[in-house]
């Protein structure tokens, strides 16, 4: 039997303590240093304070419409399973890295043969009755930094959640007012419909007094039967935008959910905040930042794998052959051992391992950067088209303001015979089309301005309430 001196012993735990220090350099924390501009390029962009959106349309059906989406979405729901998931194995991971007590109780029966006296057995019923604690000293913090990878990817996930309810209100914010704006053009057409009706019948009689030639009255007819299919087509498109809408608040989508006929008005433009602030707010960017600090406590714990791993092993017992003997001190059986463990031959694993965890951190911080440049493009975008729609809508209200005109007096002259019916058709035409489009850049100036809410990271909620006056 070989026994080591207390000399022998010291000499082996500092060959594993020199063997696990002899490893490559420890990771470093990922320092996030982006390029973020001072200012916004737009220079009518106003600076003040990001405030809560949702309010600023004034549409309470709008609100309570985004807050049956969110109570029903399966997306949801899944990701606050997902999280509750994790916490689960975080806790777990925590106990776990605690000390491991099992307890063990349990009899056995022996029999012994002898050739000499084949006809008699000696039978032997043993109790046992174990406790058995198992521990692992964190020398190196590996398993406080184990869990701390752990909790950050939970936090992340957290951050994920919150990236899906802004765009989970941003979306049905925007197939409401689409379908908002399928109800205005239907009910544009539906009166430039009863315009041409009536002015059919005008062509018509005075087809029969013959004042005009069967020209007209084609041409009238025609305009009718066009319009009947534009009605149609927005019939199904219509049906198809309240269908979408259903689906995103978890109803059966029947196309049967009641809407406004008109576009709100859009509220006044909202407060930027710093370029800068954008690292603070967007959910995305506080998610990928806390994937990056979870990596970074992986490569930690990958590095600190080499490193020699001491554990304590002791367990207090008895066994007796009589059941009420076995708590009596003579039964008592202990036992405690002491464990080092150095990883020798599997070094080229280990530092495969290390290599594979720092390239994850890279690849998430390469994220990082891709995010916060999306980021800033998507801002920069709604911005600049917040002034170009604006600029749009005025040209369009000069245009419709001039189709009017134009339309009216074409019906005056065509009644005195000064112009073709033509010239008529080709009025009404142009003031439609001038109508039609100005509810276009309407709803293209909401759907911009959900876009740039989102971009912000602003968040949808409706601020709190004050406490009534007593």
Not at 196 to 210: A, G, I, K
Not at 373 to 398: F, W
């Amino acid at each position: 039997m070989f026994v080591c001196s207390p000399k022998g012993m010291w000499l082996i735990l500092a060959c594993c303590l020199g063997i696990g220090c002899t490893s490559l350099p420890e990771p470093k924390l990922t320092k996030i240093d982006p390029a973020v501009p001072q200012n916004w390029s737009d220079p009518s962009t106003s600076y003040s304070r990001v405030r809560p959106w949702l309010a600023d349309f004034r549409d309470e059906q709008l609100q309570a419409l985004i807050k049956e989406a969110q109570d029903n979405s399966p997306g949801l729901q899944a990701t606050a399973l997902r999280i509750e998931l994790a916490q689960s194995r975080l806790k777990a991971l925590g106990i776990s890295n605690g000390p491991d007590f099992n307890t063990n109780v349990g009899t056995s029966v022996s029999h012994s043969y002898s050739r000499l006296t084949p006809d008699l057995g000696d039978y032997t019923q043993n109790f046992n009755l174990n406790f058995q604690i198992s521990w692992e000293a964190d020398l190196w913090n590996r398993l406080s930094n184990q869990e701390r990878s752990a909790a950050l990817s939970i936090e992340a996930q957290i951050r994920d959640q919150q990236a899906s309810r802004l765009a989970l209100a941003a979306n049905v914010a925007r197939a409401w007012f689409e379908a908002i704006e399928t109800v205005s053009q239907l009910q544009l057409l539906q009166q430039r419909k009863a315009n041409l009706l009536d002015r059919l019948q005008v062509v018509e009689e005075s087809f029969q007094l013959n004042l005009n030639d069967a020209l007209d009255v084609h041409l009238a007819r025609s305009d009718v039967a066009s319009q009947d299919n534009r009605i149609i087509g927005l019939r199904l498109q219509r049906n198809k935008a309240i269908q979408s809408l259903e689906a995103l608040l978890g109803r059966t989508p029947t196309g049967q959910l009641s809407l406004p006929k008109e576009l709100p008005d859009l509220p006044a433009i909202p407060g930027t905040g710093l370029p800068s602030e954008l690292l603070q707010r967007r959910p995305d960017l506080l998610a990928v930042e806390q994937r990056l600090k979870a990596a970074d406590q992986a490569a930690i714990v990958a590095y600190k794998a080499r490193f020699p791993r001491f554990s304590l092993n002791s367990s207090v017992g008895a066994r007796s052959e009589d059941v009420d003997k076995l708590l009596d001190l003579e039964s008592m059986i202990w036992s405690l051992g002491v464990n080092l463990t150095q990883p020798l031959w599997n070094g080229t694993e280990l530092e495969a391992n290390m290599e594979q965890a720092n390239i994850q951190t890279r690849l998430v911080a390469l994220d990082y950067n891709r995010i916060l440049l999306n980021a800033l493009q998507e801002v920069e975008a709604a911005l600049s088209a917040e002034t170009l729609l604006a600029e749009q809508e005025a040209a369009i209200r000069r245009s419709a303001t001039e189709a009017r005109n134009a339309e009216d007096l074409a019906e005056e002259q065509y009644v005195t015979g000064l112009v073709s019916f033509v010239t008529v058709l080709e009025a009404q035409r142009r003031a439609f089309d001038a109508r039609s489009a100005l509810i276009q850049v309407r709803s293209d100036r909401l759907q911009n301005r959900i876009q740039l809410h989102l971009a912000l990271g602003g968040d949808f909620a409706l601020p709190a309430q004050p406490p009534a006056s007593g």
